[in-house]
């Protein structure tokens, strides 16, 4: 790792707000932004047009093992780049957004050889030059050490609203309706949670921030609070 980088964990179940405030925090402190729940969907995305069944492992590792990230930032946008198979690397869109692959990817992650295989590359990203990581296990498994941890959490109901709400800009008259949004929500927090590989779960050094009654700019407003308290600035 760069010698004046530094790592920040920002976990938490789906709709928690996390790749907001990640994003955000990000650009503040001037450290790459790392979507480690984008692996995940990209394994999926690329298993379900390949494989026939996501329950072979043998496939799925094949798959995780020949994928490689990129993750670009500027001015005006995060953009990921995967490359499969000795592909050139091509840029992900909301491809990899749907509800179906949301749950796809919650599924495959239950797999703990290939958590193996995409948490060494989430360590590889992440030693380069730092950075604030967004996902599951960051602060317990990806990255024990960070200087800074926070798991954000929110009742099931108001996680599904905002998923909700974004489904609907994004999809329309095609978006989900409400109970089925609130339904996946709470299967993959299940899924999420009581998987036997690196369950989500709170590091024991994690602030943990209930979003629950909190816009976007309070939410910001206290990561970065206690990112100051600690003395981190961003990076000259
Ligand atoms: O953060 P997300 O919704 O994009 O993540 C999609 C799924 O990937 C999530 O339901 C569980 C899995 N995931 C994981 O197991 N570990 C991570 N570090 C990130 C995501």
Redesign the pocket.
């Known amino acids: 790792m760069n010698q004046r980088s530094f790592v920040v964990t920002i976990d938490g179940p789906?709709g928690s707000g996390?790749s907001t405030v990640a994003k955000r925090i990000a650009r503040y402190l001037r450290l790459p932004y790392i979507?480690?729940?984008?692996m995940?969907?990209t394994v999926a995305w690329v298993a379900l047009q390949k494989l026939k069944s996501l329950d072979d492992t043998a496939a799925l590792v094949d798959i995780a093992n020949s994928m490689g990230f990129r993750f670009e930032s500027d001015a005006h946008d995060f953009r990921i780049f995967y490359c499969y198979a000795g592909s050139e690397y091509k840029l992900l869109g909301t491809e990899i957004r749907s509800p179906e692959i949301?749950m796809a990817?919650?599924y495959v992650?239950q797999e703990s050889v290939l958590?193996e295989i995409l948490v060494k590359k989430q360590q590889e990203i992440g030693k380069m030059n730092g950075g604030v990581l967004?996902?599951?296990?960051?602060g317990t498994v990806?990255f024990p050490k960070a200087e800074i941890k926070f798991f954000l959490t929110a009742s099931a109901e108001v996680r599904a609203r905002r998923r909700y709400d974004e489904l609907l800009l994004r999809l329309g008259v095609e978006a989900p309706n409400f109970e089925k949004v609130l339904a996946d929500v709470k299967k993959?927090d299940q899924?999420?949670e009581e998987r036997e590989a690196?369950p989500?779960v709170a590091a024991k050094d994690a602030e943990i921030i209930d979003t629950s009654g909190l816009d976007e700019n309070a939410v910001f407003d206290k990561l970065l609070d206690i990112i100051k308290r600690r003395g981190f600035k961003p990076l000259g």
């Open positions: 789906a996390k979507d480690t729940g984008a995940y969907r949301s990817s919650s992650a958590r967004e996902g599951r296990d960051a990806i993959r899924q999420d690196s989500m």
